[in-house]
């Protein structure tokens, strides 16, 4: 094999072209360090390296290289030097931390000193001197070694000098010291970062510490947090260093909530006015703490502030006179105090500051007003217990007997009304004075306006929670608990007609809220005697129908949908009370309850009437409908006997007829009367005991099919159900109940051929009803036959073939499930076509 050229010329070419790129490289690294010393340097940019230009990537430049030239540090990233840095510190600590905790016993008093003096004062030094070289994160490593080397130094001087002090209080000695010591090594090198945040960390422990170590009282405890959150609070204030200031500010916020927390446990278990000063004395400086500091803050942290400031003023202040008075009245005393919070409101201290003192003030309040709650749900819910003692006789206990709340401690909660209704009425009064409020309290709320509406509304909600609970809360009589509840809901519907009367408001929806409330309340609690119940539902009928009739006046030329909705709830709930009066008159005349059901009738017969006489108006179709709700619970009333069944449904078909009078009630109405009394027919056939439906049903069914064809023949589009669907079902059902419980098979036989015409003759003549009702009755009469050899059938089979067979069923269905879809909408359609 030939080489071209030959080897060892070939070798001396490689040889040239390495030597080339050596110097081309050692040419670029030059260049690199040189460029990397600009960019680090502070100083003036240098010149560049004499002898050392520089090509550009695509040209090749050979000049030689100086053979003394000096050659830059290698370059180091900043993350490179910070990770180094911070590693080399570590090493320093675990080895500070390995000396001090193992070695330290094996060296003489002097060996020690020697060894804290010189290491101590030679690391604290090197910051200083790393500083004026420019070596700041060198001098912030060295700065945190510093502070670990001055701990373990704390810590070795109690092991050699004082070991008989007391852990606690040496610690709070030495983190006052070391406090002082890192703020002043901070200040003096202020550029390190480091001390001045571990100044202000050590700072939380002394005072902390010396109350744990002398065993103090909670109070003193609070004292030295509240007096560490002072310190976190001036610091955070004066200093400019954005760490310090966090530091400070998280500082500030767990010993002023802390102590604030102590203070206030104080103050709420003191058990005479005199304990309860030095707590309150606590939480007027933890108070002025948080306003110093809020002053200061951003919005949102002064906010903050001033609401934890107006929180612990209503403690400090409130906590005297709450720890003198009964204990049901500690919460209004609270809730004046919270009031007074609203002064603040035009103070000169800042707007984030006076909206916290506002918000402080709404806190007290909602929470006054929570914990007032708490019997109103009790007396509201309580009136359920008389539905299992109606009539039973006057509640024993009064007010507090009624709604079963008699084990309750009412001398605890004896408060709750005033509370509710103090509250109520500053609501009502600002509500009727927005104007003024919102010019007193503009400084807070700016030029807002909006508001008003909540604030009526919640006025009038919590009056009326406040006098639903006062005669339980003054244990009345029964009497008078009753009576009053029925003059707050006349009061509430007479407030809620006449806001809606003027337009839709809050005031007007709750008032009709609450009056629906507080009416289901008092119907509950007159179910205790019968006078009573008389007394309450007739009141109730009065207001519910006036309410729906001044709702329905002239005046209200366009009335909105809550007026809509108030004055059709009040209409139903008039024929509600109807509906009770009558069922009521039924007990008081001793009726069995199906011997009553007739009487409850009376009530839909009227709004039978009145629909006719308010037709087109809002409230005919809930009237209606409610009527026919009561008719249906009379149908419920008589299923103790089949012929008051059969009286009550006739009844209910005569008032069905009568609506279907009217023309825009006749598709639905017509219907169901004959419906009605189909079934009316029915259920006497079956209270006669007649085994032979077909004798009464046919003589109907005759005529009733003559009728048919000759409406059909004088209106071709008449439906089928409307022409044969009556007479048909006449006949048709009764006769298939008798056919299933009958034993013989001739009725059976009868009956399927007769059915079978039947459909045969409306798929000829393409009838719906002859169809649909031939073939039901036809197939349930197949089903009552074969029942017994299907039966007989399937217990000879295996057990195994049910479920195979359904699993065969649903693969067939599954496999041509698109093509039986089809089937179905075709006969569907095919139903529909058919008249």
């Not at 004062?121 to 200083?128: D, Y």
Request: hydrophobic share 55%.
């Amino acid at each position: 094999m030939e080489h071209l050229p030959p080897p060892a010329e070939e070798l001396a070419i490689l040889d040239r072209e390495l030597a080339r790129l050596d110097l081309r490289r050692s040419q670029l690294l030059t260049r690199r360090a040189w460029l990397v010393s600009v960019l680090q340097a502070p100083a003036p940019r240098p010149a560049a390296p004499p002898g050392v230009p520089f090509s550009p990537p695509g040209r090749v430049s050979t000049p030689p290289a100086p053979p003394f030239a000096p050659q830059a540090p290698a370059a180091r990233s900043r993350s490179a030097q910070n990770v180094l840095l911070t590693l080399g510190g570590l090493l320093l600590t675990i080895a500070a931390l390995a000396f001090t905790l193992v070695s330290w016993g094996e060296m003489g008093i002097g060996g020690r000193s020697a060894v804290l003096g010189a290491v101590t004062a030679a690391v604290l030094a090197a910051p200083a001197l790393l500083l004026r070289r420019g070596l700041s994160s060198t001098a912030e490593a060295l700065a945190g070694l510093a502070s670990v080397l001055m701990v373990l130094d704390a810590y070795a001087l109690h092991r050699v000098a004082v070991p008989d002090a007391g852990g606690l209080g040496y610690a709070a000695a030495a983190s006052a010291v070391l406090a002082v010591l890192w703020a002043a090594y901070g200040l003096l090198l202020n550029r390190l970062r480091l001390p001045l945040p571990l100044a202000v960390l050590s700072a939380q422990l002394p005072l902390v510490l010396w109350a744990w170590a002398e065993r103090a009282d909670a109070l003193v405890f609070a004292g030295a947090l509240l007096a560490t959150a002072a310190v976190d609070c001036a610091i955070a204030v004066r200093c400019k260093d954005a760490v310090v200031r966090a530091v400070a500010c998280a500082g500030l916020g767990w010993t002023g909530a802390a102590g604030l927390l102590v203070a206030l446990v104080e103050s709420v278990t003191a058990g005479e006015p005199s304990g309860a000063v030095a707590p309150g004395a606590l939480l007027l400086a933890g108070a002025a703490i948080a306003l110093v500091g809020a002053r200061s803050a951003a919005p949102g942290p002064a906010g903050v502030g001033g609401t934890v400031a107006g929180l612990a003023a209503v403690a400090a202040v409130g906590g005297v006179p709450a720890a003198g008075v009964p204990a049901g009245w500690v919460v209004p005393v609270y809730l004046l105090c919270g009031g007074a919070l609203l002064l603040g409101v035009r103070a000169p201290l800042g707007g984030p500051v006076r909206q916290g003192l506002m918000w402080a003030s709404g806190l007290v309040t909602v929470a006054s007003v929570l914990f007032s709650l708490a019997p109103v749900a009790v007396v509201s819910m309580g009136a359920v217990t008389q539905l299992g003692q109606v009539w039973s006789g006057v509640p024993r206990d009064g007010a507090r007997g009624a709604v079963g709340a008699t084990g309750l401690p009412w001398a605890e909660m004896v408060a709750a009304p005033v509370v509710l209704l103090l509250v109520a009425v500053v609501l009502g009064a600002a509500y009727r004075s927005w104007e003024g409020v919102l010019r007193w309290a503009e400084p807070v709320t700016g030029a807002g306006s909006g508001g008003r509406g909540t604030v009526g509304a919640s006025a009038v909600v919590l009056g009326w929670a406040g006098l639903t609970v006062l005669p339980a809360a003054l244990d009345l009589s029964y009497a008078a608990a009753l009576a009053m509840q029925l003059v707050l809901v006349a009061g509430a519907f007479t407030l809620a007609v006449d806001g809606l009367r003027r337009g839709p408001s809050g005031v007007a929806s709750a008032a009709a809220v609450i009056g629906s409330a507080g009416a289901v309340e008092a119907a509950l609690l007159s179910l205790g005697t019968e006078p009573t119940t008389y007394t309450s539902f007739g009141v109730l009928l009065v207001v519910f129908t006036t309410a729906s009739v001044v709702l329905e006046a002239p005046s209200v030329a366009s009335p909105s949908r809550v007026l809509v909705t108030v004055q059709a709830s009040a209409a139903s709930a008039a024929v509600v009370c109807a509906a009770v009066m009558a069922a009521a008159l039924g007990a008081s005349l001793e009726l069995s309850v199906h011997r009553a059901a007739p009487l409850v009738l009376a009530v839909p017969a009227v709004t039978v009437l009145l629909g006719a006489r308010l037709k087109g108006r809002a409230v005919a179709v809930p009237v209606e409908v409610t009527g026919a709700v009561t008719g249906l619970v009379a149908v419920v009333m008589a299923l103790g006997d089949l012929r008051f069944l059969a009286l009550v449904l006739a009844l209910c078909g005569v008032l069905a007829a009568a609506t279907a009078l009217r023309p825009e009630r006749r598709p639905v109405a017509g219907y169901l009367a004959t419906v009605l009394f189909v079934l009316a027919a029915w259920v006497r056939l079956s209270a006669s005991g007649v085994s032979s439906p077909e004798a009464y049903t046919v003589p109907v069914t005759v005529p009733a099919l003559v009728i048919g064809v000759l409406r059909r023949r004088r209106d071709p589009s008449a439906s089928s159900w409307t022409a044969y669907g009556a007479g048909l079902a006449a006949t048709l059902v009764p006769s298939l109940f008798a056919a299933w419980t009958d034993a013989h098979w001739p009725r059976p036989l009868l009956l399927g051929a007769a059915a079978l015409v039947i459909t045969l003759v409306g798929a000829r003549l393409r009838l719906q009803a002859l169809l649909v009702l031939g073939g039901t009755v036809l197939a349930l009469d197949a089903l009552h036959e074969l029942a017994p050899y299907v039966v007989q059938v399937v217990g000879a089979m295996p057990r195994w073939v049910a479920p195979a067979l359904a699993g065969a069923l649903l693969l067939a269905v599954g496999a041509t499930y698109e093509k039986r879809l089809r089937d179905a909408r075709r006969l569907r359609d095919a139903l529909g076509r058919m008249r």
